[in-house]
């Protein structure tokens, strides 16, 4: 049976971090073990052969030169032993940040959930559950540098391997996002940095669209592909956030700190920040003084 695509969504920060890793051998006849709600995800990368794997209802044949994702709340099992000798790199890592399958366009963390918690907004990294290796991966041999610094003294390797396998994870993301729409991604971060470039200055729908030359219905479908957010919605968050920066920093008065962010008036920005904060601008900067 085909599985539609699968796609494994990871919000960040936290960045995932790396576990393990070690490379296996299979002979023909061998089979995977199979594992219950391992608490960990399993990335297996096969190098020769073809291994075959089940979770829950689905059940892949991975062959040389593809991955697979297995998920850390799954039953995994072996779906049949392996036919010819199999090897494959199998790396474990964990991640404390929200995470979703889904086969479609990226799933978002709850933005706002997730900025008080760790003080920025979530970049969603977008992994396939299944498909064959992006060249460039095959080429850096990161995952191969990851088992040599099995062989070195703890304390030496554990920062390499963390900067090693967050690229392993940047070069499979950045597959992803291109191959999903390369041209959307770069129409939002056109409009993501106008946007904060100009944040303080009345800008509107048309004025977005005369500016980047896209109709703002175009405009709007890219950023909330990639971001999850409208213009205009992110627009607002920015002007809220760099609102927050300066009722800490300056002493300028509610009034001063509105027209500066770029509000309309002082009563509309207290509206909007007592609505996403949850208490008033000056009882924000009364909680964080001295």
Not at 20 to 40: F, I, L, N, W
Not at 137 to 165: K, P, T, Y
Not at 230 to 235: F, G, K, R
Request: glycine share 6%; hydrophobic share 35%; proline share 7%.
């Amino acid at each position: 049976m085909i599985f539609p695509p699968s796609y494994i969504h990871l919000a960040a920060p936290p960045f995932p971090y790396f576990l393990e890793c070690d490379r296996t051998v299979y002979q023909p006849g061998d089979q995977h073990p199979s594992r219950k709600a391992m608490g960990k995800f399993d990335l297996i990368l096969v190098e020769q052969g073809c291994l075959y794997l089940g979770e829950e209802h689905k059940q892949w044949a991975v062959p040389a030169g593809h991955s697979l994702l297995l998920l850390p709340d799954r039953y995994h099992y072996p779906a049949r032993p392996c036919e010819v000798t199999t090897s494959f790199i199998w790396v474990h890592f964990h991640t404390v940040g929200e995470w979703a399958e889904a086969e479609g366009e990226p799933v978002y963390a709850d933005r706002d959930a997730h900025f008080r918690q760790f003080l920025t907004y979530p970049y969603t990294i977008r992994m396939p559950q299944f498909g064959p290796l992006p060249d460039p991966f095959e080429r850096s041999g990161q995952a191969e540098l990851l088992l040599q610094l099995n062989r070195v003294r703890r304390s030496g390797a554990v920062w390499q391997q963390q900067r090693i396998f967050e690229e392993m994870l940047r070069m499979m993301d950045q597959v992803q996002q291109d191959t999903a729409g390369s041209h959307a991604v770069e129409i939002a971060e056109q409009t993501e940095a106008y946007i904060r470039n100009h944040y303080a200055e009345p800008l509107t729908n048309a004025l977005l669209s005369e500016e980047l030359h896209f109709h703002y219905n175009y405009l709007a479908r890219c950023m909330k592909r990639v971001y999850g957010l409208t213009p205009m919605e992110y627009l607002t968050d920015y002007r809220l956030e760099q609102a927050k920066l300066l009722l800490l920093k300056t002493e300028l008065s509610v009034g001063g700190i509105a027209e500066r962010a770029g509000f309309e008036s002082a009563a509309y920005f207290s509206r909007r920040f007592t609505g996403k904060v949850g208490i008033s601008p000056l009882r924000y900067r009364k909680r964080y003084s001295r």
